[in-house]
Nanobody, 121 residues
């Protein structure tokens, strides 16, 4: 029943910009930490950015200053703005939502199906 749907991926030229969206449904969105992961062929999945329930954000070192994560709780949507993209940013980008009531509780986690971002000239 829980659904995370990514959109906005596609082909973009180096140096270009792209905005990814993650629309959530059937979850109490404001209680979840939202994050974007990516996985390139032959590479392990890596955390690109996350934004906590208070709006605090963290970024992968290689994207810091270029990407921006945000959320709109009213719309139950998380965003990832990609600026100044590089070929190495090419990957499938996945939306993630996670919630842990307490540090002793198991995490409730959901994943989107992913959206392809290809950076090429």
């Amino acid at each position: 029943q829980v659904q995370l749907v990514e959109s906005g991926g596609g082909l973009v030229q180096p140096g270009g910009s792209l905005r990814l969206s993650c629309a959530a449904s059937r979850i109490t969105f404001h209680l979840y930490v939202m994050a974007w992961y990516r996985q390139a062929p032959g590479k392990q999945r890596e955390l690109v950015a996350s934004i906590d329930t208070g709006g605090g954000a963290t970024y992968l070192q290689s994207v810091r200053g270029r990407f921006n994560i945000s959320r709109d709780n009213a719309k139950k949507t998380a965003y990832l703005q990609l600026n100044g993209v590089k070929p190495e940013d090419t990957a499938v980008y996945y939306c993630n939502a996670n919630f842990r009531p307490t540090t002793f509780s198991p995490m409730t986690q959901y994943w989107g199906q992913g959206t392809q971002v290809t950076v090429s000239s």
